[in-house]
Antibody, heavy 119, light 108 residues
């Protein structure tokens, strides 16, 4: 059974760095064709793809945010990490991680973690 | 960047009806399009990928079609559990994977 679960700080201040962790089970990021991505959604609004990482450590970033994003993985602990530097209040959102297999579509999603950026 | 224009923004329909949601890409994305359903307070769920391939476990009343720049998601015989929001997403081979703005499907 594939599961993913996001964790984060809940609340942080503007200009701080947001650190998110996606802990997953039921698959391995050592497996060819496997990947994990991050997507966020402000309350009542649409979805925004942020970044993803493949089994071979290929990484892709949303160009609009690329300078502030860092994605990484730890296959031994079945975790994927995302850091967003210098966050702004407009980045208050639910952050999701999701699995990709065989192609860049998101077949399994975590429950999401709400991150509030506020002074 | 490829832009995805989704329509309508909202839609009201009754159980048993058939509805169609459309998504237009700003340039040719071949068949690299996915559709997701999101119910209120829940995570999105993959319905279709590669424009017309139904995701595992999804009911056959959902069907995707189109290629190039014009795509559609058709839902036959609407069921109560089908109400929610729907998003398209291109998965063409560029770094960015844009989602459409969403369609909210409500009960009439």
């Amino acid at each position: 059974q594939v599961t993913l679960k996001e964790s984060g700080p809940g609340l942080l201040q503007p200009s701080q760095t947001l650190s998110l962790t996606c802990s997953f089970s039921g698959f391995s990021l050592n497996t060819s064709g496997m990947g994990v991505g991050w997507i966020r959604q402000p309350s009542g609004k649409g979805l925004e793809w942020l970044a993803h990482i493949w089994w071979d450590d290929v990484k892709r970033y949303n160009p609009a945010l690329k300078s502030r994003l860092t994605i990484s993985k730890d296959t031994s602990s079945s975790q994927v990490f995302l850091k967003i530097a210098s966050v702004d209040t407009a980045e208050t959102a639910t952050y999701y991680c999701a699995r990709m297999v065989g192609g860049p579509w998101f077949a399994y999603w975590g429950q999401g973690t709400l991150v509030t950026v506020s002074a | 960047d490829i832009q995805m224009t989704q329509s309508p923004a909202s839609l009201s329909a009754s159980v048993g009806e058939t509805v169609t949601i459309t998504c237009r890409a700003s340039e040719n994305i071949y068949s690299y399009l996915a559709w997701y359903q999101q119910k209120e307070g829940k995570s999105p769920q993959l319905l279709v990928y590669n424009a017309k391939t139904l995701a595992e476990g999804e009911p056959s009343r959902f069907s995707g079609s189109g290629s190039g720049t014009q795509f559609s998601l058709k839902i036959n015989s609407l069921q109560p559990e089908d109400f929610g929001s729907y998003y398209c997403q291109h998965h063409y081979g560029t770094p960015i994977f844009t989602f459409g703005s969403g369609t909210k499907l409500e009960i009439k």
